[in-house]
């Protein structure tokens, strides 16, 4: 049994009357501890097969398994459950919310986790040191730089400890350096930690660092 298994995996969206096939029968197996690069064309489908995975939207058809559990089958609470202990979701879009602060915001995720407050707030300000932001602990989004923003929902899509990190264009608005810092970041968790990271990129320097590329052409995947 593989960590995470897709079986003729399909969207269909509607959009007054025409229908656009985002996923199409999508197959594929993904191992614990796996650094997956998916590239494709704006519009071919990564951010729908990603969040298919990642249990926020349900397929059209076909099934997802989560070893070995089909978690379009569970009851809304239990696919809640599933998405925050076993995912962390690096949006592709700034995801944070602008009332809270820095480390308020790294909090969110725990609030419903068993780990002790005490326990949350020092992971909170360690990983925000880890990805070098440590000064602007309290600062609110509005006060920080789009890359600034991102390396905080980064920072916060690990506070739960998850299993598999999904990364939709994570580096998207970073100079360079900045990007080969989180890069390297996000590198050693998968591999100490053995977390699964599958990642969304433009950037066919970033694939290359993978272990196993997919291309996804309208809607279809290819491995490489
Ligand atoms: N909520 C939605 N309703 C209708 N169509 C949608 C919706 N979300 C995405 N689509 C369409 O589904 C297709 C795939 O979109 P998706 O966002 O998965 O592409 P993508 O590969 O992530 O693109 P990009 O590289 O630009 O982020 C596109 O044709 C898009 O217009
Ligand atoms: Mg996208």
Same mark, same amino acid.
């Given at each position: ?6 079986? !003729? ?22 191992? #614990? ?8 064309? !704006?519009?071919?489908? #990564? ?55 820095? #480390? ?37 989004? !509005? ?82």
């Amino acid at each position: 049994m593989s960590q995470i298994e897709l079986y !003729s995996v399909s969207k269909i969206y509607t959009l007054e009357d025409i229908e656009i096939r985002a996923v199409e029968e999508v197959s594929l197996k993904i191992e #614990k501890g796996e650094f997956i690069s998916i590239v494709g064309h !704006s519009g071919s489908g #990564k951010t729908t097969l990603l969040s298919i995975i990642g249990g926020i939207l349900h397929p059209t058809s076909g099934t997802v398994l989560f070893e070995g559990t089909d978690i379009y089958s569970l009851n809304e609470d239990s696919l809640s459950e599933y998405r925050a202990e076993k995912i962390g979701y690096i949006f592709q879009f700034a995801s944070l919310l602008p009332v809270l602060t820095a #480390k308020e915001n790294l909090l969110l995720p725990t609030i419903f986790s068993k780990d002790k407050r005490a326990n949350s707030e020092k992971k909170a300000e360690e990983y925000l040191d880890m990805v070098g932001l440590k000064e602007k602990i309290n600062a609110y989004p !509005s006060q920080l730089s789009g890359g600034q923003q991102r390396r905080i929902a980064i920072a916060r899509a690990l506070m739960n400890d998850p299993e598999v990190i999904l990364a939709d264009e994570p580096t998207g608005d970073l100079d360079e350096e900045t990007e080969a810092e989180v890069m390297d970041f996000l590198k050693r968790i998968n591999r100490e930690r053995g977390i699964t990271f599958i990642l969304v990129t433009h950037s066919s320097e970033l694939a290359k660092d993978a272990t196993r590329r997919i291309r996804m052409t309208q809607g279809k995947i290819i491995e490489m």
